[in-house]
T-cell receptor, first 112, second 113 residues
């Protein structure tokens, strides 16, 4: 059974600081997703990572994938208040179903 | 906007009742998945439909059932509601030929009392 662990689960940071959210998974995967969810809202797709060494950047967010270590990171650069949200990684195991398994999410609060 | 809509937005039901939630996808999105998201948790996969047939199911009992229709709409039915069924229910559709990226609807908040 595929297990996906995110850490930290809660993150409080000041504007302007950098931080990294980690996503570890337990079996081989052929794609990994990062989503953002605002309170009471649905999920917004941020990144889809398909191969080892993949790196994608959008604004102050950068995601990377290391399939050998079964690890993805979401790096936040110079955080701003608008980034406050919950971030989920979801992993689709290679072989078998196309259904992603989600982590528990990282709740990020950025303080002025 | 993802082009995926869900109805109703909010719903309150009593334990033991039955509920039907609806989802409408964009044309061409022939795969739809349903998720349950309890407060403070990540979405949990319920089941997936492809071309009107169920082709994957998570760890949910048979009282959770679904349908997918030719017009890219779908339903999630839950019988004999329990208090623990209170959650946000999300549908997500996938465009054939894409990198299996899922487009999520806004969700239905179900409260069971």
């Amino acid at each position: 059974e595929l297990k996906v662990e995110q850490n930290p689960l809660f993150l409080s940071m000041q504007e302007g600081k950098n931080y990294t959210i980690y996503c570890n998974y337990s079996t081989t995967s052929d794609r990994l997703y990062w989503y953002r969810q605002d309170p009471g809202k649905s999920l917004e797709s941020l990144f889809v990572l398909l191969s080892n060494g993949a790196v994608k950047q959008e604004g102050r967010l950068m995601a990377s994938l290391d399939t050998k270590a079964r690890l993805s990171t979401l790096h936040i650069t110079a955080a701003v208040h608008d980034l406050s949200a919950t971030y989920f990684c979801a992993v689709r195991s290679s072989g078998g179903s196309y259904i992603p398994t989600f982590g528990r999410g990282t709740s990020l609060i950025v303080h002025p | 906007e993802t082009g995926v809509t869900q109805s109703p937005t909010h719903l309150i039901k009593t334990r033991g009742q039955q509920v039907t939630l609806r989802c409408s996808s964009q044309s061409g999105h022939n795969t739809v998945s349903w998720y349950q998201q309890a407060l403070g948790q990540g979405p949990q996969f319920i089941f997936q439909y492809y071309r009107e047939e169920e082709n994957g199911r998570g760890n949910f009992p048979p009282r959770f059932s679904g349908l997918q229709f030719p017009n890219y709409s779908s339903e999630l039915n839950v019988n004999a509601l329990e208090l623990d069924d209170s959650a946000l229910y999300l549908c997500a559709s996938t465009l054939q030929g894409s990198s299996y990226e899922q487009y999520f609807g806004p969700g239905t908040r179900l409260t069971v009392t």
